[in-house]
């Protein structure tokens, strides 16, 4: 079983959502523009998921449109403010310095492209992610759109809405409100308040991905990013994901219906679970954010002189799925900005893991998660760096590399049969080797040779000939390996593709013994 923590990058698909969904591709296919009884089926569910969607969104008179999620929703909104500031005395667009991308991208993009050329300024925030008011006030004035979340995907700070309202009170500016990681997590009663434009996004909250919602306040601009054939009362051409919208709308069944979703207070419990288990596996972790004044299903840290590359790959090694921030910028290895903006020190932003679950979480994989993190806390300890030999920069190989060959997982049963005399080479991090293997490795001996030892051993390996295959979590070192030693003439040098990672289940721990 994954022990999947990273819900604020997307959550799996509610049981009810994916039937929902596929009732919608199956039976109920039909084109909700259609005047016949298939087209009023497909209609009469559209319609039901937006009337449940204002209700629980409190959302009045405002206009709730269906998108395919918050990236959309988010131009639509920039769109539809710039457009309307044409021409205008504003002067600058303000966004909160911790935003998600799309938001500053958005208004970088449209302010260009609509040649408004305003002055785009981000909002600093405190250090505990908090935007800084005084610097609102002092801007505001002059602004024509206010951009701030309602809690961010990293720190999962809570936002002052009220306080950033009040402050907006006298300005004419629109106001944005990235609802994102709120949505299920947060009332929000949109009429109640002066937000023009709040984005939503399905996958987020256990609804497929590809649908989301945008809200638009009675009376605040808008302009359509989609001309066409006039879906959504002209408001976003195109055919609705109807798929996408059935599944949304079980998601949202079941948050009004509840009993489906957790309260703040027993997400608050689970949260300091999993932090006990961090804390008991990585002595010396200090958390990024403070939990108050943050969202009960986000815990954000770092360990010093442990690098966030190094705690994922472990817990993923672990079977514990997290991530360094925000998903997006999970293949770079910069420093967060959101924890750059809160002044935090580098070592801290740079750092920086992020576990999150979602509101439906179950308690046993809270329970089986804290297990499994105390056990690569153990594998740290026991088999980390300190304990050499590491290799902190696999790419770093000397020598030619030639062409290895590949073995993808569907096709290992058989080639570990048809090749009898193979080695079977682990390149993964020694912390990583006391964590699961594969069942179809179950009882095979295995080397383990981490990258900058490889020269070590392939000279036995050239004399042998035997076939050799190299493993490792993704596939991107054993491909090096396998390379490397194909380069030194190796002709039975394989490469397991896309690693351990594409295998299904992993076992409990391999025995050390079979270990040489
Ligand atoms: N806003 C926030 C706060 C997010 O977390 C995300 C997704 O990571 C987005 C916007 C973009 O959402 P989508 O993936 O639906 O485009």
New binding site residues.
């Given amino acids: 079983m994954d022990i999947y923590l990273d819900a604020?990058?997307t959550t799996p698909v509610l049981p009810a959502a994916a039937r929902a969904a596929q009732q919608a591709m199956g039976d109920d296919f039909g084109n909700p523009s259609s005047v016949h009884s298939t087209g009023l089926k497909a209609r009469a569910l559209i319609d039901g998921v937006r009337a449940r969607a204002a209700r629980l969104l409190d959302a009045g008179s405002g206009r709730l449109l269906f998108t395919s999620?918050?990236?959309e929703g988010?131009q639509t909104a920039v769109l539809s403010a710039l457009v309307a500031l044409r021409g205008g005395s504003a002067r600058a667009l303000l966004y909160g310095a911790t935003e998600?991308k799309?938001v500053p991208e958005a208004l970088r993009h449209w302010n260009s492209l609509l040649g408004l050329n305003l002055e785009i300024l981000a909002i600093p925030v405190d250090a505990l992610g908090r935007h800084d008011l005084d610097f609102l006030r002092q801007h505001a004035p002059q602004a024509g759109l206010v951009c701030t979340?309602a809690a961010n995907?990293e720190t999962g700070v809570i936002s002052d809405l009220a306080g950033i309202a009040a402050v907006l009170a006298d300005s004419p500016a629109l106001w944005l409100v990235?609802g994102?990681?709120a949505l299920g997590k947060l009332p929000l009663k949109l009429s109640q308040t002066r937000i023009d434009y709040a984005p939503f996004?399905g996958?987020?909250l256990y609804a497929p991905k590809g649908v989301?919602l945008l809200y638009v306040r009675d009376g605040a601009p808008f302009t359509p990013l989609m001309a066409g054939g006039g879906q959504e009362g002209a408001l976003r051409s195109g055919t609705e994901n109807m798929a996408g919208i059935a599944g949304l709308g079980a998601v949202l069944q079941a948050l009004e219906e509840g009993g489906t979703f957790r309260s703040h207070a027993e997400l608050s419990v689970m949260r300091q679970q999993l932090l006990a288990a961090l804390k008991d596996a990585l002595p010396g972790l200090v958390l990024n954010v403070a939990l108050d004044g943050s969202l009960p299903t986000t815990l954000n840290f770092a360990v010093p002189d442990v690098p966030s590359r190094l705690l994922q790959d472990l817990f993923d090694a672990g079977g514990v799925r997290v991530s360094g921030g925000?998903?997006?910028s999970a293949a770079k290895a910069a420093p967060s900005f959101v924890l750059e903006a809160m002044g935090l020190p580098e070592w801290q932003a740079a750092g920086a893991v992020r576990l999150s679950i979602g509101p439906a979480t179950d308690a046993a994989l809270v329970d089986e998660g804290c297990t499994r993190i105390r056990a690569c806390g153990e594998a740290l300890r026991r088999h980390g760096p300190q304990h050499g030999p590491w290799c902190e920069d696999p790419g770093a190989m000397n020598g030619d590399l030639g062409d290895c060959r590949i073995v993808i997982g569907s096709q290992l049963p058989d080639f570990l049969k048809l090749h009898d005399d193979l080695v079977l080479i682990d390149v993964r991090e020694p912390y990583e080797h006391a964590l699961p293997l594969p069942p179809v490795f179950a009882s095979m001996q295995v080397q383990a040779v981490p990258m900058n030892c490889l020269g070590t051993s392939a000279q036995a390996w050239l004399n042998e000939g035997r076939p050799l295959l190299f493993f490792c979590r993704s596939g991107n070192r054993s491909r090096q390996a396998a390379q490397a030693l194909a380069g030194m003439g190796h002709d039975q040098s394989w490469t397991l593709a896309g690693g351990l990672a594409l295998l299904p289940e992993l076992e409990a721990a391999p025995d050390p013994a079979l270990y040489v």
């Fill in positions: 604020n990058a999620g918050a990236t988010i998600h799309a979340m995907n990235d994102v990681q996004s996958h987020k989301g925000s998903a997006c």
